[in-house]
Nanobody, 125 residues
């Protein structure tokens, strides 16, 4: 129902920064909690950050607190993930996701229904 397209991934040196963007199509973008997940080869898909409908409430995994910032611009139908002080362990395929659940924000992976195709982030040491 909501089409999501990620961009902004790439190769970066440790300590560097990247800004991921997730462009959404659809008339109800502002009504969806949004999140970023990541998955490295052979590992589980993990929640990185989540954001509420208005952007006022955010959540971050302990591994990225203080380094990553999630934000959204509902007027532009876009959610962002600013990633600073990148580490090799941040290397993964990053996915944008939207939830149809009737809450302001959710940390439950099962509540996320629509997913982008992913954008690769590779951090070299």
């Amino acid at each position: 129902q909501v089409q999501l397209v990620e961009s902004g991934g790439g190769l970066v040196q440790a300590g560097g920064s990247l800004r991921l963007s997730c462009a959404a199509s659809g008339r109800t973008f502002s009504r969806y909690p949004m999140a970023w997940f990541r998955q490295a080869p052979g590992k589980e898909r993990d929640l990185v950050a989540a954001i509420s409908l208005s952007g006022a409430i955010t959540y971050y995994a302990d591994s990225v607190k203080g380094r990553f910032t999630i934000s959204r611009d509902n007027a532009k139908n876009t959610v962002y993930l600013q990633m600073n002080s990148l580490k090799p362990e941040d290397t993964a395929l990053y996915y944008c996701a939207a939830s149809k659940i009737n809450y302001e924000i959710t940390l439950n992976v099962l509540a996320y229904d629509d997913w982008g195709q992913g954008t690769q982030v590779t951090v070299s040491s």
